[in-house]
């Protein structure tokens, strides 16, 4: 089975080709460019380097959030689009899921970070029975100051983008964190997720593929702000 993956959630963007639990080809990019400006160019070198066409594909899969609105819309949108032009299945990822899958089988707790801006992250934490994940707190928006204090540093490791930017911190309270090699979400551990979730059943269809939001955006916080001070 082969899998498209990609990955627009956070200021890098990535695409992977997988196929029967191999990663045949991954392109990871980080530059200034708008996601929509990129993924596409990603896409297709991906595809025309391994001689593929975008109907050989048997399923894609798109990480759905938390992150980024604008980059979790445009990921959405890409895979929805070409899982209707070929008629296949998709599958959506938890990107806290992503970042903590990097570390299946690590034997430790995985608490994942996403940067959320506003000097908060996007948070959630696992641990691992094999390649299975076990969630032990469920996604939810706090400060770095409160996952430390909840989950510590003994047997955990931290990941995700949230460790770069707050990697000071997290050094000074004797944190482990991932590498960077392993600190972002990656396409190609959204594919090796997507396929273990296909096999339980995990693929639908286009339509039911959905942005995973755990707060409101700012354009709708500030929206709200002014209405209330309109009411007053």
């Given at each position: 089975?082969?899998i498209?993956?990609?990955?627009?959630?956070?200021?890098p963007?990535?695409?992977?080709?997988?196929?029967?639990?191999?990663i045949?080809?991954?392109?990871?990019?980080r530059?200034?460019?708008k996601?929509?400006?990129?993924?596409?160019?990603?896409?297709e070198?991906?595809?025309?380097d391994?001689?593929?066409?975008?109907?050989?594909?048997?399923?894609?899969?798109?990480?759905v959030g938390?992150?980024?609105?604008t980059?979790?819309?445009i990921?959405i949108?890409?895979?929805?689009?070409?899982a209707q032009?070929?008629?296949?299945k998709?599958?959506g990822?938890?990107?806290?899921?992503?970042?903590?899958?990097?570390?299946?089988?690590?034997g430790?707790?995985v608490?994942?970070?996403?940067?959320?801006?506003?000097?908060e992250?996007?948070a959630?934490a696992?641990?691992?029975?094999?390649?299975?994940?076990?969630?032990?707190?469920?996604?939810?928006?706090a400060?770095?100051e409160?996952?430390?204090?909840?989950?510590?540093?003994?047997?955990?490791?931290?990941?995700?983008?949230g460790t770069?930017?707050?990697?000071?911190?997290?050094?000074?309270?004797?944190?482990?964190?991932?590498p960077?090699?392993?600190?972002?979400?990656?396409?190609s551990?959204?594919?090796a997720?997507?396929?273990?979730?296909?096999?339980?059943?995990?693929?639908?269809?286009y339509?039911?593929?959905?942005?995973?939001?755990?707060?409101?955006?700012?354009?709708?916080?500030e929206?709200?702000?002014?209405?209330?001070?309109?009411?007053?």
């Amino acid at each position: 089975m082969k899998i498209l993956a990609i990955d627009t959630s956070s200021f890098p963007a990535s695409a992977a080709v997988a196929e029967d639990g191999i990663i045949l080809a991954e392109y990871v990019i980080r530059n200034k460019k708008k996601h929509s400006q990129n993924i596409m160019v990603m896409v297709e070198r991906l595809l025309d380097d391994l001689s593929v066409d975008i109907n050989d594909i048997d399923l894609f899969a798109v990480t759905v959030g938390p992150g980024s609105f604008t980059g979790l819309r445009i990921g959405i949108s890409t895979v929805r689009a070409f899982a209707q032009a070929a008629g296949k299945k998709c599958v959506g990822v938890n990107t806290l899921e992503a970042a903590a899958f990097n570390f299946a089988g690590c034997g430790k707790t995985v608490v994942s970070i996403l940067d959320a801006l506003r000097n908060e992250v996007f948070a959630a934490a696992y641990e691992f029975d094999g390649l299975n994940m076990n969630m032990i707190m469920d996604p939810c928006v706090a400060d770095i100051e409160e996952c430390v204090e909840k989950y510590g540093s003994e047997n955990v490791i931290y990941t995700g983008d949230g460790t770069i930017k707050h990697s000071q911190y997290l050094k000074e309270h004797g944190c482990l964190c991932a590498p960077c090699n392993l600190s972002e979400v990656r396409a190609s551990s959204v594919a090796a997720l997507a396929a273990l979730k296909a096999e339980q059943g995990g693929a639908e269809d286009y339509g039911n593929i959905i942005p995973m939001y755990l707060r409101k955006s700012q354009a709708e916080r500030e929206y709200e702000n002014k209405t209330k001070k309109t009411v007053k």
